[in-house]
């Protein structure tokens, strides 16, 4: 089902929230010994809607009207909403030993034996926060791989195979 947020949009003010820069997330990469690279399962309908904003995206069907209890795709903030939400939840580890960028989440590590922990402090965020991810989307522990459409590694970009 797809529902025209056209008007909803229109009268809501935009939220200006800026979106991490690509080029510094790569490169950060850069020195890593191990990645992981993990991809959020829908992840804008992993965030619950205030009860009081529910009606505002109410919608009609000939079975009823119903409304969202997760946040829709379509909407005009929902992007930055999901930014500033992992952001905010990352706060601690960007930077340090995680990137974010949307729905696609970065684990690094500079030496190979703390990749474990800096997965385990992660892991404990997503379940602390009740996000999932989508397995196969997913790669762990490798020494390379692709990251916003760029191929990572220790070296840092590299050509990408698939766009050769």
């Known amino acids: 089902m797809c529902i025209d947020f056209r008007d909803l949009n229109k009268a809501c003010p935009k939220h200006l929230y800026p979106l991490p820069r690509i080029g510094q997330l790569v490169d950060s990469t850069s020195g890593c010994k191990l990645l992981s690279m993990m991809d959020a399962s829908q992840g804008y ?16 069907t000939p079975a009823g009207t119903f409304c969202y209890v997760v946040m829709p795709f379509g ?15 990352f706060h601690p580890q960007i930077s340090k030993n995680v990137e974010v960028y949307m729905d696609d989440m970065l ?10 922990a800096d997965l385990e402090e992660t892991f404990s965020v997503l379940r602390k926060y009740k996000l999932k991810l989508n397995p196969e989307k997913c ?3 490798v020494q390379g791989g692709r990251f916003l459409g760029f191929m990572v590694t220790q070296r840092g970009i590299e050509a990408n195979p698939s766009k050769s």
């Open 45 to 60: 309908h992993q965030i619950m809607l205030a009860p009081e904003d529910r009606k505002m995206d109410s919608f009609i």
């Open 107 to 116: 684990v690094k590590s500079k030496e190979a034996q703390d990749h474990v």
């Open 139 to 141: 790669a762990f522990g």
């Open 75 to 89: 909407l005009k903030n929902a992007r930055a909403t999901y930014q500033r939400l992992v952001d905010k939840i």
